[in-house]
């Protein structure tokens, strides 16, 4: 059974910096990986999907990689702001199911 | 297109009352997924389905949970005789095709169920 997990829970960074959250799984048999972001009170909003042929995906100051083989992903957030702060969570698609992590807690601070 | 659709956004139920929760997918979808998030924690997959048929019911409590997804009208999550650990956020996604492979799923706001 898969199983996700997300270092750390819980991150508190001044504004500006780069920062790293990582994922791991254990099943490596994925179709994808996906980042979410989610606000307090708020549903989902999809980041970056990464095919499990991928290697990384880029969308502005967010960069998603995925390393299949030893069942790790990293979200990579530059020149961070307040308003990244929110929970970020990672899936790993088993094929009609996501497998979801605990979730990162990112708190930028002015 | 309007998104993944849910209602209500918060409901309160009583103990032993039943829970009905509706989800819209995105125009075009077909393919319905249901997850539970706990406070504090990820979410857990529920139940996959299609028009009329379920998939993979593998997440779903073995009683008094109940998913549909009709051939007109949104899916319904139906909790029966709720009790207080059923409190929590209830979402739905939606996908064009078959799993979710290869697809970015949509997720809805959620229903927060609050049991009292």
């Known amino acids: 059974k898969q199983e996700v997990t997300q270092i750390p829970a819980a991150l508190s960074v001044p504004e500006g910096e780069n920062l790293v959250l990582n994922c791991s799984f254990t099943?490596?048999?994925?179709?994808?990986l996906q980042w979410f972001r989610q606000d307090p009170g708020k549903g989902l909003t999809s980041l970056l999907l990464?095919?499990?042929?991928?290697r990384e995906q880029t969308s502005g100051r967010l960069n998603a990689s995925l390393d299949k083989s030893s069942g790790r992903s990293t979200l990579y957030i530059a020149a961070s702001q307040p308003g990244d702060s929110a929970t970020y969570l990672c899936?790993?698609?088993?094929?009609?199911?996501?497998?979801f992590g605990s979730g990162t807690k990112l708190n930028v601070k002015p | 297109n309007a998104g993944v659709m849910q209602n209500p956004r918060h409901l309160v139920r009583r103990r032993g009352q039943e829970a009905r929760l509706r989800c819209s997918p995105m125009?075009?979808?077909?393919?319905v997924y249901w997850y539970r998030q706990l406070p504090e924690e990820g979410l857990k997959f529920m139940v996959y389905l299609q028009k009329e048929n379920i998939i993979d019911e593998s997440g779903m409590p073995k009683e008094r949970f109940s998913a549909e997804f009709p051939k007109e009208g949104p899916s319904i999550l139906r909790i029966q005789q709720v009790v207080r650990g059923d409190s929590a956020a209830y979402f739905c996604a939606s996908s064009p095709t078959s799993g979710t492979g290869g697809n970015r799923a949509f997720f809805g706001q959620g229903t927060r169920l609050t049991v009292v």
């Open positions: 125009k075009g979808h077909s393919h």
């Open positions: 099943d490596s048999a994925i179709y994808n």
């Open positions: 990464i095919q499990s042929s991928q």
């Open positions: 899936a790993a698609d088993n094929f009609n199911k996501f497998y």
